[in-house]
C-alpha cells in the first residue's frame, strides 16, 4: 500500500512498521523507542537477532544524546559527509538504546540520510531503525516494487522514487586508534583521506576474535539463481549473463546490463534490480562478468557481487 508522509508518521506513531526510502536503499522503519514494533521488523524480514540495526537521525547533534564519548573527527566526518551514505559506529548509554537494536552490543550505529521525505519523517517522529527492506538474505530493495515484491501490496511504502546510490552505506568503526570500514558501501575509501588524513582499511569480519560487523557473518544479497563469478570457462552453462553495456558476450545468452564500466555509480544504483531481474525470469545460472576495475566504487560492486553468489 503505497502511502504519503503524513501516512507514515501517523503508522510510526502508532507504532506500526513502514518502509521508506533513503539514498541507498529502501529501510524497513520502526521508531527507536518502540522495542515490540522493533521485534517486528526481525520476525518480518526473517533477521537474525545478533544482526544489529542503524539508528536515523535527522541531525548529527543527535548522537550525542546516546553517545558515551564521540570518537576522533566524528564532528568532521558528519560535517563532511551527513546527511549521506556513511554510518559511524560509536559507544553508548547502554540503558538509551534497547538492547534489541544493537544485538547486545555496547554501540550503536548512526547515520543521517539525505532523502528528504524521511528527513522529514524523522523530524516529526524521532530516530528511527530501519535495516533494508528486504526479506533476510535476498537482494536489497531500491524501488517501490522490490519491497511489495518481498513485503507484498498491503505493506505500506512510502514511494520515493528509485534510490540514488543504489548500494548499502559505508560503515566506519574507530578501533586501535583508527578508523576502520566494518562493511563496504557507496562512499570508497579514498573520501575519507582528506578528513582523517588515511585511508581507512576494511577489515573483513573477525579480528582476534572480535566481531567487526555482524551483519557480514550472514548471507546477503542473493538472487534465487546459482552465480557464476567471471570464470569464462562456466559461461556456456550459464543461462544468463550479467554484464556491462560495451562488452559483446555470446549471443544465445540473455544479457541484464548493470551499466557501463566507465560508470560505476550507474551499476550500483542497478545492482539489486538486476539480481531481482533474475529471479523476475526465473533464471537457473547466471554468469556474472567480473572484468571490472577494482578501485573505489567498484570494490563494493564486487563485495556485493561475491557475496551474492555464496550458496
Ligand atoms: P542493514 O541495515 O541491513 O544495512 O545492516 C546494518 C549493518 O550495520 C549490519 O551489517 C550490522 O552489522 C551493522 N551494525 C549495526 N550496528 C552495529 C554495531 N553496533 N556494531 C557493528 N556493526 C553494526
Ligand atoms: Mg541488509
Not at 518502540?34 to 541531525?59: D, M, Q, T
Not at 570457462?233 to 545468452?253: H, L, N, R
Not at 540473455?254 to 564500466?261: D, H, K, M, N
Amino acid at each position: 500500500m503505497r502511502i504519503n508522509v503524513e501516512e507514515a508518521i501517523e503508522k510510526l506513531l502508532a507504532n506500526q512498521l513502514v518502509a521508506m526510502p533513503t539514498e541507498t536503499v529502501y529501510g524497513l522503519a520502526a521508531r527507536l523507542t518502540c522495542p515490540g514494533a522493533i521485534k517486528k521488523i526481525f520476525e518480518i524480514k526473517g533477521r537474525s537477532l545478533v544482526n544489529p540495526l542503524i539508528i536515523h537521525v535527522a541531525n548529527p547533534i543527535d548522537v550525542c544524546a546516546y553517545a558515551i564519548a564521540l570518537p576522533p573527527h566524528f564532528d568532521a566526518l558528519t560535517h563532511a559527509f551527513w546527511p549521506g551514505p556513511l554510518t559511524l559506529i560509536v559507544p553508548i548509554q547502554l540503558d538509551l538504546v534497547d538492547s534489541i537494536v544493537r544485538a547486545g552490543l555496547p554501540t550503536a550505529a548512526f547515520r543521517m540520510p539525505s532523502h528528504p521525505l524521511t528527513l522529514h519523517v524523522i523530524r516529526a517522529v524521532g530516530p528511527l531503525v530501519m535495516p533494508s527492506a528486504n526479506l533476510s538474505g535476498k537482494p536489497s530493495s531500491t524501488d517501490v516494487k522490490h519491497v511489495e515484491m518481498d513485503f507484498g501490496l498491503d505493506f505500506p511504502v512510502l514511494d520515493g522514487g528509485p534510490c540514488q546510490e543504489g548500494v548499502e552505506s559505508t560503515i566506519l568503526h574507530y578501533r586501535n586508534s583508527q578508523w576502520e570500514i566494518a562493511r563496504l558501501g557507496a562512499l570508497s575509501a579514498t573520501v575519507f583521506q582528506p578528513i582523517l588524513g588515511y585511508e581507512p582499511i576494511y577489515q573483513k569480519i573477525v579480528k582476534n576474535d572480535q566481531i567487526i560487523s555482524p551483519g557480514q557473518m550472514f548471507r546477503h544479497y542473493a538472487p534465487q539463481a546459482t552465480l557464476f563469478l567471471g570464470d569464462q570457462k562456466q559461461i556456456t552453462e550459464a543461462d544468463f549473463i550479467v554484464g556491462f553495456t560495451e562488452k559483446s558476450y555470446p549471443v544465445e545468452k540473455r544479457v541484464l546490463y548493470l551499466g557501463s564500466l566507465s560508470n560505476p555509480h550507474e551499476v550500483a544504483e542497478n545492482l539489486y534490480a538486476v539480481l531481482r531481474q533474475l529471479d523476475f525470469e526465473k533464471a537457473k545460472i547466471a554468469w556474472v562478468d567480473m572484468d571490472f576495475p577494482s578501485e573505489g566504487l567498484w570494490k563494493t560492486i564486487a563485495e556485493r557481487l561475491s557475496r551474492a553468489g555464496e550458496k
